[in-house]
């Protein structure tokens, strides 16, 4: 079992910024690759990033391309995704997720967190 429990989900302004952390407990960190996905109201949960185990490679979906960063800190136990240059398109829960292999598609996912807002104004 891994637990995730995400933080630092806010209101900001367009073109702000934010730092989402998601700290992983349980079974080893660094034996999942790990991905943030998020869900608008009335939309399906969508791939933003994801990390493979190590951390040196990583993919973005296209909306986010450029202006969000995953990292992680396998001794900290840590997933984090950089925001910047928010739009409102940007609003939604994020969640972030623990899969044996680094995928993009959520069904593929073992373990959840139970998601943080993420508000960007106008």
């Known amino acids: 079992q891994v637990q995730l429990v995400e933080s630092g989900g806010g209101l900001v302004q367009t073109g702000g910024s934010l730092r989402l952390s998601c700290r992983a407990s349980?079974?080893?960190?660094?034996?999942?690759?790990m991905a943030w996905f998020r869900q608008a109201p009335g939309k399906e949960r969508e791939f933003v990033a994801v990390?493979?185990?190590?951390?040196?490679?990583?993919a973005y979906a296209d909306s986010v391309r450029g202006r969000f960063t995953i990292s992680r800190d396998n001794a900290k136990n840590t997933l984090y995704l950089q925001m910047n240059s928010l739009k409102p398109e940007d609003t939604a829960v994020y969640y972030c997720?623990?899969?044996?292999?680094?995928?993009?598609?959520?069904?593929?996912?073992?373990?959840w967190g139970q998601g943080t807002q993420v508000t960007v104004s106008s």
């Open positions: 990390i493979n185990r190590s951390g040196d490679s990583t």
């Open positions: 997720a623990a899969s044996p292999a680094a995928t993009m598609d959520p069904d593929l996912y073992d373990y």
């Open positions: 349980g079974r080893t960190f660094s034996s999942y690759a």
